[in-house]
């Protein structure tokens, strides 16, 4: 497979070897899938007769390679009449056969090695996201052919530590490449007091009665400048799917003045009504990070 970087290489010699083999060479040297063609011969049945370009040359590492390959024509199963040839030598049923015989020799290659995708090393990258919904497993599309692998390889190791600390750590870092700290038998707030530790407009928080046995607080080391809104649903959607079932946490992002938790409402910082901020889990696509909202915009009178 070729790495998308340009570079001179010396064509290996493919002539005599399958040309399931053959495919095998030119992938490890860095070429990408050769261009095959049929051609009847005395030679063994599926080896490469010939190539082009020849063995030892130098050519870019992107260039195809087109191998011509021992075969025999389905044509020679058909009655004699169909097998005439026309005075330049040609026959149209021929070469409609020569497509068909790609066709099932492509299908046939398949079914040979069909062993192969169900090994994450060696399945072909399109059939990746398959696999690795057989172990309900997700693939992020910017990560590296060769992590896509690793992962799917180890998923089932993963789920031994699914709903611990060490687990949760591992998602979060996995698909954020940020490692957040996880604060068991902890919730930022006290409660709603009036008079006591709350002053209306300034830090007041209205939450109901919080078990703290049940909560932990994700701390993410990243600047609240630099968090999206799309990040931000995802990390939600890794810790609702790998925390135990039964627990709440609170998402907080490092030099946040305004924070994120799995519910409750968080009164703003100038008068009530003025500067309030929804932290429901089910709004965070529509309220999210550093966004004000009145309460009209939550159905309060």
């Known amino acids: 497979m070729s790495t998308g970087i340009k570079k001179k290489v010396k064509v290996p010699n493919l002539v005599g070897l399958s040309a399931q083999n053959a495919a095998i060479v030119l992938q490890a040297a860095g070429f990408p899938a050769p261009d095959v063609r049929y051609v009847e011969s005395y030679e063994k049945r599926g080896s490469v007769v010939s190539q082009n370009p020849s063995r030892g040359q130098i050519v870019d590492n992107d260039s195809t390679i087109h191998l011509t390959v021992s075969q025999m024509n389905l044509i020679r199963f058909l009655p004699a009449i169909y097998q005439r040839e026309a005075a330049d030598g040609s026959n149209l049923l021929r070469d409609v056969l020569w497509v068909i015989q790609h066709l099932v020799d492509d299908l046939n290659g398949k079914i040979d090695n069909i062993h192969t995708y169900f090994d994450p090393y060696e399945a072909p ?35 031994r530590i699914r709903g611990t600390v060490k687990g949760l750590k591992l998602f979060l870092k996995l ?23 709350s002053t209306i407009g300034v830090d007041s928080v209205i939450l109901p009665p919080m078990n703290r046995a049940h909560c932990f607080i994700v701390d993410f080391p990243l600047d609240p400048e630099d968090v999206t809104d799309e990040l931000i649903i995802q990390i939600h959607d890794i810790i609702r799917a790998q925390k135990p079932a039964h627990t709440t946490y609170f998402l907080r992002f490092k030099g946040q003045r305004r924070l994120l ?31 004000d909202v009145g309460f009209d915009d939550i159905g309060i009178e």
């Open 125 to 159: 990258e399109d059939f990746l996201p398959w696999l690795a919904s057989w172990v309900a497993f997700t693939l992020d599309d910017k990560w590296p052919i060769e992590k896509k692998r690793y992962l799917i390889k180890k998923a089932v190791e993963f789920y």
């Open 175 to 197: 698909f954020t490449e940020v490692e957040p700290e996880i604060i068991e038998n902890q919730w930022p707030f006290e409660g709603f007091r009036i008079g006591v530790t």
């Open 261 to 291: 938790s799995s519910f409750g409402i968080v009164i703003g910082e100038h008068a009530v009504g003025a500067g309030m901020e929804i932290v429901v889990d089910q709004e965070v696509e529509e309220h999210t990070l550093g966004r």
